[in-house]
């Protein structure tokens, strides 16, 4: 058993009349799904390993809206968008940092509308200032020359313009990183956006993520790296269907940096 | 009798330039049978995207090949239709070449028109090659079928035989200057219809004329008559592809507009001072319809988007849903909801300036629900777009009237977002156990 990890909530702090530097908005996959949550704790782990003051809302936390404004469902993404909001408001928050790029565009550009304007960061951007920084220091060769192909996720990367964040600490790891033929601006989607996750697809001739694994098969990667809980298990899938999940893993870059930090 | 050919030049150019002022006035009101839409905001930004990306086709040569083809096209039109000024100014005082006094400008410029007109027949041949000899993948999707594959090739036709006439009447006159003709004084520099006036040796100067005189003719009305084409064809785009530019999407891709209306009613709900047996005033005007289920639900800047749509295909070929064998294509999306305004704008026109409900609309009558609910919301098709046009805002505004107005969503979404209504969570998880991670190992 490992050690229990020490995650401040908002309330506490608050109540304790502190003010962290950064929210980190878990968002739904991050709290509840067995995979994304392995990332979430990746995540805290090199927070506090940076020595990053952060807290989380946890129970006050709710889903930012995302998969029900692109269902079409306007009410029910601005009721969840206005209670966040008024929840992070309220904790005068300045700072938000995410591992999920649905929650990031969101909270970023549709937030500030409807009053909530924040500095929103994706976990990628975050983790690549610490490394600048020189608070995280990623010693250790675990990846050394190891391929690694990187899926860019709709919502970081089209949609936001975040390309270069989570290459750049690809590259640091000493990897060879792996472009498959659809990447950056014209990355192909893993098939889960738009609340596909949520509903089985439309009929066809294939399912979009097989058709990404097999970009990314092309490649010959021994890790595929992801940024998006939600196409972490796209390809996961993706990969499991091809029958390679004993050679390839799939896995979000803030797990690649926390097994180099050993932690 | 020796200003007939000018008046009759001049009523060709009256009605085929009155013709079509016409048909830009329905243009125009078709359009604008949309909802407003916030463009008012950063002029200079706007200004800078249409002169790279309309101007400049900094969106073309994303595709090397077809984008430098297009180029010349482009640039070969652009630039020959100089030479149209001349040609008008010349049929209407009955000159002939006003330009030639110019003297080495001239021989320039007629020089490289005759060189462009060589590449842009060059491209055309590549463009039909492509479209039906090698029959690319995205020129052969269902939606091509019928008229829009006919309207491509004769598009590229009209544009060969134009071209045709414009170096046949050069090598004419290039032929009659050398033989010191009447009228024809040596002007102009022939680099590619030199190579054409051999076919008239030892025809008599009055054939030779008649030649000229012909292609002049047929040039100029063929072009007044290709302009006229537009309105009917998806060759729109030479025009509307610069407003298009200028009035795109400036938000960042992923941001999705809030409704206002939405916002108010929310407002209202989560305000604890709200009267909970508040009800409306009696005169109340009936409240927005949600969504969109026909054109003009939609704004006018993505009317303006479906009149500028050329059907090239480039969204439909990187959508993931019709890569994978969905039913969905962006294109198709662009091409129903043009021809949906058009029958609207024709109802409009039988009726005496009214539409009439014709029992039909933009949803199901021509877009499907199958087709909506295959998109991943990935903007693939949006960056993929050479001029700007947006197609994801038509399918999540046609999602919001499904949704919102019908409660028509896919059962697992349905429960999706009942889960999010009560749990916070897309899944069925107690929100209290949001935290319960941190103390799982």
């Known amino acids: 058993m490992e050690n229990k990890l020490n995650v401040p909530t908002m309330a506490s702090l608050f109540a304790e009349g502190k ?79 995410t591992a999920c790029p649905h929650c990031f565009n969101t909270i970023k550009n549709e937030y500030p509308s409807l009053g909530g304007t924040y500095e929103v960061l994706h976990h990628t951007q975050f983790l690549k200032a610490l490394v600048d920084e020189g608070r995280i220091t990623l010693e250790g060769g675990t990846y050394k020359g190891k391929r690694i192909t990187y899926h860019d996720p709709c919502y970081l990367g089209r949609a936001n313009d975040v390309f270069e964040a989570p290459r750049e600490l690809i590259s640091k790891l000493d990897a060879e990183l792996v472009e498959m033929k659809n990447c950056r601006k014209k990355g192909l989607c893993c098939g889960a956006g738009g609340a596909q996750m949520f509903k089985e697809p439309e009929k066809g001739d294939k399912d979009v993520n097989i058709e990404r694994t097999e970009q990314a098969l092309e490649t010959q990667p021994e890790i595929i790296a992801a940024a998006c809980p939600f196409c972490n298990t796209m390809m996961t899938d993706g990969v499991k269907n091809k029958e390679k999940e004993a050679s390839i893993a799939v896995m979000d870059i803030a797990e690649l940096l926390a097994n180099v930090e050993d932690l | 009798m020796s200003y007939l050919p000018n008046i009759i030049f001049a009523i060709a150019l009256v009605l085929g330039i009155g013709f079509f002022a016409k048909n830009v006035k329905k243009l125009r009101r078709n359009i604008l049978l949309g909802k407003d839409a916030e463009v008012s905001d950063n002029k200079p930004q706007r200004w800078r995207n249409m002169a790279r990306i309309a101007l400049g086709q900094s ?93 491509g090739n004769l598009i590229l036709y009209i544009e060969l035989v134009l071209m045709f006439l414009f170096l046949t009447m050069n090598a004419a006159d290039f032929k009659l200057q050398q033989l010191g003709a009447a009228g024809y004084e040596q002007a102009g520099a022939f680099p590619i219809s030199s190579f054409i006036a051999p076919l008239f040796d030892g025809m008599s100067i009055s054939t030779i004329i008649l030649i000229e005189r012909s292609a002049w003719w047929l040039h100029i009305l063929g072009i007044l008559a290709f302009l006229n084409y537009l309105y009917y064809s998806k060759h729109l785009h030479i025009l509307l592809a610069f407003p298009n530019t200028y009035y795109g999407k400036l938000v960042p891709q992923g941001q999705m507009s809030n409704v206002a209306a939405v916002t108010n009613e929310v407002k209202l709900m989560l305000d604890p001072a709200a009267d909970p047996f508040a009800t409306g005033a009696e005169n109340a005007e009936e409240p927005e319809k949600f969504g969109a289920s026909d054109v003009q639900d939609l704004n006018w800047v993505q009317l303006l988007n479906a009149y500028t749509c050329t059907e090239c295909g480039r969204c439909t070929s990187e959508c993931p849903a019709n890569q994978t064998g969905k039913l969905l294509s962006p294109r198709k999306i662009m091409m129903d909801t043009r021809d949906r305004l058009e029958e609207v704008g024709k109802n409009i026109d039988a009726n005496k300036g009214v539409f009439v409900p014709d029992g039909k609309q933009l949803l199901d009558d021509y877009i499907t629900r199958e087709e909506l609910w295959a998109c991943t919301t990935c903007n693939a098709c949006v960056e993929a777009c050479p001029v700007s046009i947006d197609p994801l805002s038509i399918i999540t505004e046609m999602r919001r009237y499904l949704v919102m107005e019908q409660s028509a969503a896919p059962t697992d979404l349905n429960n999706m977002m009942g889960n999010l209504e009560n749990n916070g969570a897309p899944w069925p998880f107690n929100q209290m156990d949001r935290l319960n991670w941190a103390q799982e190992s």
């Not at chain 1, 927070?47 to 995302?66: I, N, P, Q, Y």
């Not at chain 2, 007629?110 to 492509?130: D, H, K, P, Q, T």
């Open chain 2, 59 to 151: 969106k073309m040569v994303v595709r090397p090949v077809a984008g430098l083809m297009h180029i010349i096209v482009y640039v070969g039109f652009v630039i020959i239709n100089i030479e149209v000024l001349e040609i008008v100014i010349d049929g209407l005082l009955g000159t002939h070449r006003i330009f030639a006094p110019l003297g080495s400008v001239y021989d320039f410029l007629i020089g490289s028109f005759e060189v462009l007109a060589f590449l842009v027949i060059v491209a055309v041949v590549v463009f039909w090659i492509r479209r039906n000899v090698m029959r690319l993948q995205r020129f052969l999707k269902p939606e091509m079928e019928g008229w829009p594959k006919k309207d």
């Open chain 1, 19 to 97: 003010q962290p530097e950064v929210l980190f908005w878990v968002g739904c996959a991050g709290s509840f799904d067995d995979r994304a949550k392995k990332i979430t704790k990746a995540f805290v782990k090199l927070l506090h390993k940076a020595g990053v003051s952060f807290a989380v809302l946890g129970t006050e936390e709710s889903c930012t809206g995302d998969p029900a404004k692109r269902a079409g469902n306007e009410f029910l993404f601005q009721m969840q968008a206005m209670t966040n909001i008024e929840v992070m408001n309220g904790y005068e928050i300045k700072k938000v940092v």
